[in-house]
């Protein structure tokens, strides 16, 4: 019964290992309601950003945009087309449904509820999961992290914005790290906060705690390229 009890922990710290080893995983991480398994199924998904030219091929891709039709030479749309991976686009509805029910005060989910008092939920949700979608490869794409404010003025056509100080991606994932359900996650977002700080010995300490040395001397090598 121990044994059976210990292997779900025993595969959670080896999924933690294998995703924060992944940069762009953690900083996918960073969007609220996203976990490590939607972001790192988001990536090997989409697996380079540069394959897209803007946030709608990416909501197409993964079926998440409107079905359209003519009648009488008028454009209809209906339900969403269901086009690609529909693992990646149910993990994006559920993503979205913790949004929209516990981030009480996050600018995502008050753009979800204007959008289910015209609405209604459902639609919401899956304009919400669109959107999201869209957020997270320009995430990947500007090797940024989620920034609230940005997302509160952002316009339809994408997420392309001014360049982020390494302070506040290191806060970003200094708050993603106070808000980690396990502790790997947590010392693997201090560590990238360190390291875009410049305080590479204290990121190595870290990551050793989470990785094998050589991985972990990876890593902080990789975020300092990214200061």
Known sequence: AQRAEQAPADAELALDKICLGDETIV????????SKVVAATFDSVIDEAGRFRN?????????????????????????ITK???GHVRAMLVEAAWCIYRQCVNEPLALWA??????????IAIIALARR????????WRDRTVYDPAGVAVATAKGLRGAAQSTAFQAEAFTRAAGAAPDDTRAR?????????LG???????????????????AN????????
Do not use: M
């Open 83 to 85: 086009r690609g991976n």
């Open 188 to 196: 693997a977002n201090l560590a990238l906060a360190l390291g875009l």
């Open 132 to 139: 999201l979608a869209g957020i997270l490869w320009a995430i």
């Open 113 to 122: 509820r204007n959008v289910a008092k015209r609405r209604g939920p459902n």
């Open 199 to 217: 305080r590479d010995d204290e990121a190595l300490a870290l990551w050793q705690q989470v990785l094998p040395a050589a991985e972990a001397a």
């Open 27 to 34: 900083r996918l991480a960073t969007v609220p309601g996203v």
């Open 55 to 79: 946030a709608h091929q990416v909501e197409s891709y993964l079926g998440l945009v409107p079905s359209e039709s003519s009648t009488g030479g008028k454009r209809r749309l209906g339900s």
């Open 220 to 227: 902080v090598e990789l975020v300092s390229r990214a200061r």
